[in-house]
């Protein structure tokens, strides 16, 4: 008989099996093969797939707390809060910790409920997913203005009508979101978290400066700020590029 | 909109399947229609949205195994771990008939003796082999959770669990012992005993 592999149950929207990478079937069916303390210890010192250590956490659960299973829980919980640091990084340290709390207290819910096929996907998938739910709903929770030294813009030249837009990609909706962020993220590589929001709002989801302002809840004219600012920091990049290619081909 | 308009459950359901989409390749227009579809949570819906647009995602790769870092307040968080997850009470083997016993055993490549020891908890559970686990789920037709979760249960390990000096292994003895002392063939021993360090 084969070593069985418990599979994943849930299912995608369109009802596809949810599956493991092959290279985590293949270490699972390794780790079977030793006694499960091993198993344990080997998981729990990072010496395994983190895929790995949620399919011991999960299938292994003893009835009582054994020290070598709680090693496991504690590298788990230890592995998602170290997932979440570049994630939030750019917030007070009230918001953080607000976060964190909140993402411990949904990972315990998920725990619970079983519902942590996701992290045996991709772990790194299922710990943005918990800490994008947490910072989304501190957003909807704070619901205080956006800080004003994110929006004014320094360079007061920059009027929206004197500037190239170089945004106009960012309005075709039916381009993907992905490539919009990335192509954000290659052309405007420092915009501020906000900046991207209001990039969303305003120029992907199609909203006025005063409907973005509701959602980011701050004002319109912060909105405007904050696009202008964009602005001005796309059309320097562009200039850059401009400059950067009439330099390559001078003789 | 709140998120009391929906159950927690159902708020994640959808928007686990926002963030699939928003992974795959789903444009604005898609992330409208899901809104429409869900108009009592289009404020989380679009918040969440936003903050996967805006984020650059964890810097936490899955082939970068350690961490180097123990969460903070990890002994609470234990004890919330424990008080969340409802023990298994599930008995794999009540429900077998006696008969089923012997093909149990051969199914799973050990002998009466080793099954009958594994049942009263006479064998550590610390050197059960993972896969020996896993089949006799497969041929219980239970969860390995819940093999696993009997096979240590202070049930099937009371006399050792209250012990005075705290929990002890006690008379137990290690599955590569219960196996060298079987009447397993050579075949089968040296099956189990290659991965058990024997």
Known sequence: ?251 | MSENSLSTPELDDILADVHEELEAGASADRIDQIVKAHPRVRDEILAFAAEWFASDGSDLPDDEREVGRTVAGHNELLERFWQCVAPASENPFEALPTEGLQALADRCRIDMTILRQLVRGLIDEATIPGKLVAWIAEATGARVADVWSYLSSPMAAAADYFAPGGRRTGNKVSFAEAVRASNLSADDQVFWLTHLDA
């Open chain 1, 1 to 251: 008989m084969e070593v069985a592999v418990t599979p994943l149950l849930g299912k995608s929207k369109e009802g596809k099996p949810h599956t493991r990478h092959p290279a985590v079937e293949a270490e699972i069916e390794a780790v079977l093969e030793w006694p499960l303390s091993k198993a344990f210890a080997l998981a729990a010192e990072g010496r395994l797939k983190p895929q790995t250590l949620v399919y011991l956490m999960r299938n292994c659960r003893p009835n009582r707390p054994t020290p070598e299973y709680d090693a496991l829980v504690v590298a788990f919980l230890s592995r998602i809060e170290r997932s979440g640091d570049q994630m939030t990084k750019g917030l007070s340290e009230r918001d953080r910790e607000w976060v964190d709390e909140r993402v411990q207290g949904k990972v315990l819910e998920w725990i619970a409920e079983d519902r942590l096929d996701i992290f045996e996907m991709s772990f790194k998938t299922g710990a943005e997913r918990l800490y994008l739910n947490a910072i989304a709903a501190m957003r909807l929770r704070r619901r205080t203005e956006v800080s004003r030294e994110d929006m004014v813009p320094t360079d007061s030249e920059a009027t929206g009508e004197e500037i190239v837009d170089a945004l106009t990609f960012a309005q075709n909706r039916a381009m993907p979101l992905a490539e919009a962020k990335a192509m954000l993220s290659q052309l405007l590589e420092k915009l501020t978290e906000n900046e991207r929001r209001a990039v969303f709002y305003a120029y992907e989801m199609g909203m006025t400066d005063d409907e973005a302002g509701v959602e980011m809840h701050c004002t319109g004219r912060n909105v405007r700020y904050l696009l202008q600012n964009v602005r001005r920091k796309a059309l320097g990049e562009a200039k850059s590029a401009r400059t950067g290619a009439r330099e390559r081909v001078k003789p």
